[in-house]
């Protein structure tokens, strides 16, 4: 009888992390099925009006969503568990913290500051403005639900996974809440990929599209990086808030994108 508490106790954790798990992952997992469903509904139900690239463009598209619910499932459960590919997480923070220096450190602190949810959220709000004013309200709806999207994920998931922040006593910033996924990471790759998005149609110039992306990719990283060195998050945060961040994108223009396609496609030989 004296076992039992314990028992207890660790079917209740088991049973919480299961439960914490699932809500990190299932909106993607989801998504995931629902687009490989339509893939094969499309390629049955519309064969002969409609070429190979739409189906499998549908396919290809819900395999990445499950892959990243995967990728993310592994992650939760390892921030839950304290275990798997959170080993790194400690001797990858104290490198960050161990190679301080007074010019990197006010510098990361204006990137991390850039790269808040609350100042992503205000670039995508202004930007949205904007969209609006031209006229160009498809292009404002998009933005603004993968911005809200992208803050309610955070706000859903951090309490649910409620994982710990590293110690207070290395932080050189100061954050309240929990620790995965990083919040930085998510709306920075979100919002900015979003942007991109929107951006590409103007720039006509492949070089321009090139280093639209470079200068995209650098920032996401250099907020994601930004909080390691300011030791308020471990590396699998940042991974995890890439991953969630990536993953709700990519829902995102592919909802866009189905929007804008023809439905039901045109019959064989009937231009579109």
């Known amino acids: 009888m004296w076992m039992q508490p314990n028992t207890d106790a660790g079917m209740r954790r088991s049973t919480a992390a299961v439960t914490t798990l699932g ?5 993607y997992a989801v998504a995931a099925l629902l687009l490989i469903g339509l893939s094969v509904v499309w390629a049955v139900r519309f064969r002969g009006r409609t070429t190979q690239s739409t189906w499998s463009w549908l396919a290809f598209r819900g395999a990445g969503l499950a892959v990243i619910a995967a990728a993310i499932a592994l992650l939760a459960d390892a921030a839950t568990e304290g275990d798997g590919l959170t080993a790194i997480d400690r001797p990858t923070w104290s490198w960050f913290v161990g190679h301080r220096g007074g010019p990197l450190t006010a510098l990361f602190k204006v990137i991390t500051q850039t790269g808040s949810t609350l100042a992503m959220g205000s670039l995508a709000g202004v930007v949205v403005v904007v ?3 031209r006229r160009r309200r498809a292009d404002a709806v998009f933005l603004a639900v993968v911005a809200i999207g992208a803050g309610l994920f955070v706000s859903a998931a951090k ?3 409620g994982r710990a922040r590293p ?5 050189l910033v100061v954050e309240a809440n929990q620790s995965f996924p990083s919040g930085h990471a998510l709306a920075s790759i979100a919002i900015i990929g979003a942007l ?6 103007i720039l006509r110039a492949t070089r321009l599209r090139v280093a639209a992306a470079v200068v995209g990719a650098v920032f996401v ?7 390691l060195y300011l030791g308020v998050h471990w590396p699998t945060d940042v991974l995890g808030g890439w ?3 990536a ?9 866009r994108q189905l929007r804008a396609r023809r439905w039901p496609p045109p019959a064989a030989g009937v231009p579109s």
Do not use: K
């Open 221 to 227: 990283a250099a907020i994601g990086v930004s909080r």
């Open 196 to 201: 991109a998005v929107l951006l590409r149609p």
């Open 159 to 161: 309490p649910l996974i």
């Open 247 to 255: 993953g709700w994108l990519l829902l995102c223009t592919t909802a």
């Open 243 to 245: 991953l969630c961040g």
């Open 167 to 171: 110690p207070m006593a290395e932080r």
């Open 23 to 27: 809500y990190a992952w299932v909106p």
């Open 131 to 133: 969209l609006l004013w």
